[in-house]
C-alpha cells in the first residue's frame, strides 16, 4: 500500500503558476509509475500527467508545454509545476501510483491522494 499526500494546491489568476507536490510513503518501491489527475466539477476525471520510472513522462494535450512533472526519488516526492494558469485549469488534482499497463503506454492507477484544490480566476 501507498499512501500519498498532495499540497501546493491554492488560487491563482490566469496566466500565474503553481506547483503541486505529493508526498508518497508505504510500499512505494511497488509504484513503477505515478501521475496527476484532475477533476473539474461535473466532468470526469482525467489524466494530466504521468512519469515512468525510467523518466518518460506523457502529457494530456491540454497540458503540454505548460505543465512539467517531476520525481525527486530521493524524498519519494512527486511535483507538477503549472505554468500559465487557465480558467480551464480549475479542478481538484489528484496524485496517484500505479504500473504501467501491458503496452507500457500507460500507468494503471492502483493508490490515490485525497487531492488538493486549483482554482484559477480572471
Known amino acids: 500500500q501507498v499512501q500519498l499526500v498532495e499540497s501546493g494546491g491554492g488560487s491563482v489568476q490566469a496566466g500565474g503558476s503553481l506547483r503541486l507536490s505529493c508526498a508518497a510513503s508505504?510500499?512505494?518501491?511497488?509504484?513503477?509509475?505515478m501521475g496527476w489527475l484532475r477533476q473539474a466539477p461535473g466532468k470526469e476525471r482525467e489524466g494530466v500527467a504521468t512519469i515512468f520510472n525510467d523518466g518518460s513522462t506523457k502529457y494530456t494535450d491540454s497540458a503540454k508545454g505548460r505543465f512539467t512533472i517531476s520525481k525527486d526519488h530521493a524524498k519519494n516526492t512527486l511535483n507538477l509545476q503549472m505554468n500559465s494558469l487557465k480558467l480551464e485549469d480549475t479542478a481538484m488534482y489528484y496524485c496517484?501510483?500505479?504500473?504501467?499497463?501491458?503496452?507500457?503506454?500507460?500507468?494503471?492507477?492502483?493508490?490515490w491522494g485525497q487531492g488538493t484544490q486549483v482554482t484559477v480566476s480572471s
Open positions: 508505504g510500499y512505494t518501491y511497488s509504484s513503477r509509475c
Open positions: 496517484a501510483a500505479g504500473v504501467p499497463t501491458y503496452s507500457g503506454r500507460y500507468c494503471t492507477y492502483s493508490s
